[in-house]
């Protein structure tokens, strides 16, 4: 594999909301869509946009992420956690026991979620075949190196998720924090170091 096969993709993702279809029937109505705003397959920020509010902060406009999912769940930066007045922890997503709930509002309802709220752990999506490349599993730490013109940066204590298809393409998901601190707005360039 050449070197420029390690090198993936690094996208920078915003304060968003992951809901199941109840949470969204409360908020928008019996049998609203969370649809696309561009044909897609797989994971999309949808056209519908809720409203989070916290202690001492409100949050309009927050995307929701499609589909769907299992559980309710409400990420966000550190710096987002400060602005919004709660101690949020680092969390991997999914990993929602024992974390603060939050207020949502909707179009047409509200609720309030018992936990889900995270700051997302810093990982990569890694292709099977890169993985093994680099002698890494799934759940492994590295160090990523994402690069910029002024502010490229080694972030350490990030996790290794491996994809299911030889076919998926490697992609990292970093927060807006992170992306600042790196200089990176939307999506950049990044790569394992050892
Ligand atoms: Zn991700």
Known sequence: MSDVEKVFDVAVSARH???????????????????????????????????????????????????CRNFNQFELSLTDA??????VPIRMSGDIEGTPGIKI???????????GVIVAKRHIHMNPLLAEELGVKDG?????KVESDQRTLIFDDTIVRLSGSPMAK?????????????GVSKRGKGYVVK
Request: overall charge negative.
């Open 170 to 182: 490697t992609v990292s998901h970093i927060d807006t924090d992170e992306g600042n601190a790196a």
């Open 17 to 67: 909301l992951h809901l199941t279809q109840e949470t969204v029937d409360i908020l928008f109505g019996e049998g609203h869509k969370i649809e696309p705003a561009q044909p897609t397959k797989g994971q999309y920020l949808s056209t519908t946009r809720a409203t989070v509010v916290g202690p001492k902060h409100t949050f309009t406009n927050v995307a929701i992420m499609g589909p």
């Open 82 to 87: 400060r602005t919004i007045g709660m101690d």
């Open 105 to 115: 509002v909707g179009t047409v309802g509200e609720v309030v979620l018992d936990k």
């Open 140 to 144: 492994d730490s590295v160090m990523m």
